[in-house]
C-alpha cells in the first residue's frame, strides 16, 4: 500500500504571495490532518477534515485554508504569505488499526518565505 | 496550543546504551503514541497504546500507557547509530468529533558510536 504523499517537497515564496499544498492519504484512508512544524515549537495543528468536510480546527488565522475531495485528497492554502509561515508542513492520513486510529505522515513539504 | 510535557528534551548516549523518555499531561488520554522523526522526513509511527496499563514492544523499543491514563514512556533498549532523530509523544481523548492529536515537543536523540 503506498503511502502518504505530499506536493511539492521544496517551495520557496516571497512575502504576499500565496501557496497551494497538496496531500494524498493512503487509499482507503477518509481523514486528512494538517501540520505545521517549526524548530522548538513541535508539530502545530491546522485543520483535519473527513469527508470533505472540516472536523477539527487549530488555532491559526484565516490566512490559512483547506480543502478535502471526494477522493479524500486534499490541498491546504496560506494567503498573503509572512515571513513567520516558513516551515515544514505535514500531512497526516488516519485509517483504522485493529479498530482504533493511528495517524500517518507524509514527508512534508519545507516552505520557505523570503 | 495545548502541548505534552516531554522529557528529556535531547540526550547524548553511547552505542549501546538503553534510553528513556516519558511524556505528561494534566489531563486523561485513551490513546498514546510515539513517532520518530528522521531529518527532512514526516514522523513515523512507532508505536500505538490504546488502553492504560498497557506495554507493547516493537523490536528494541517498549512504551507503556500509563496507569494513571495521564502519562506514558518509551524505552530504546541497546541503542544504535540508526537511532538518532527526534522522538515525539501524542495522545488523545476521544470525545465527540474532539479527536486532535495532542503533541509533545520531541526528545531528540544523538548516539555516538
Known amino acids: 500500500k503506498a503511502g502518504v504523499t505530499q506536493t511539492p517537497r521544496y517551495l520557496i515564496k516571497t512575502r504576499g504571495q500565496q501557496v497551494t499544498l ?22 502545530q495543528f491546522l485543520f483535519e477534515y473527513f469527508s470533505e468536510t472540516q472536523r477539527n480546527k487549530g488555532n491559526f488565522p484565516g490566512r490559512f485554508s ?17 515571513l513567520g509561515d516558513s ?14 486510529e493511528t495517524q500517518y505522515f507524509g514527508p512534508g513539504t519545507r516552505l520557505l518565505v523570503l | 496550543g495545548q502541548q505534552l510535557n516531554q522529557s528529556p528534551q535531547s540526550m547524548f548516549i553511547q552505542e549501546g546504551e538503553d534510553v528513556s523518555m516519558n511524556c505528561t499531561s494534566s489531563s486523561i488520554f485513551n490513546t498514546w503514541l510515539w ?75 544523538a548516539v555516538n558510536p
Request: proline share 4%; charged share 15%; aromatic share 10%.
Open chain 1, 22 to 43: 497538496s496531500c494524498s492519504p493512503i487509499s482507503g484512508h477518509r481523514s486528512v490532518s494538517w501540520y505545521q512544524q517549526t524548530p522548538g515549537q513541535g508539530l
Open chain 2, 35 to 109: 513517532y520518530k522523526q528522521d531529518p527532512g522526513e514526516g514522523p513515523v509511527l512507532l508505536i500505538a497504546l490504546y488502553k492504560a496499563g498497557e506495554l507493547t514492544s516493537n523490536g528494541r523499543l517498549t512504551a507503556q500507557f500509563g496507569i494513571t491514563r495521564k502519562d506514558s514512556f518509551l524505552n530504546i533498549s541497546a541503542s544504535i547509530p540508526s537511532d538518532v532523530g527526534i522522538y515525539f509523544c501524542a495522545g488523545r481523548f476521544n470525545a465527540g468529533n474532539n479527536r486532535k492529536l495532542i503533541w509533545g515537543l520531541g526528545t531528540s536523540l
Open chain 1, 66 to 82: 483547506g480543502r478535502q475531495f471526494s477522493n479524500s485528497r486534499s490541498e491546504m492554502n496560506v494567503s498573503t504569505l509572512e
Open chain 1, 87 to 100: 516551515a515544514l508542513y505535514l500531512c497526516a492520513s488516519s485509517g483504522s488499526a485493529g479498530g482504533m
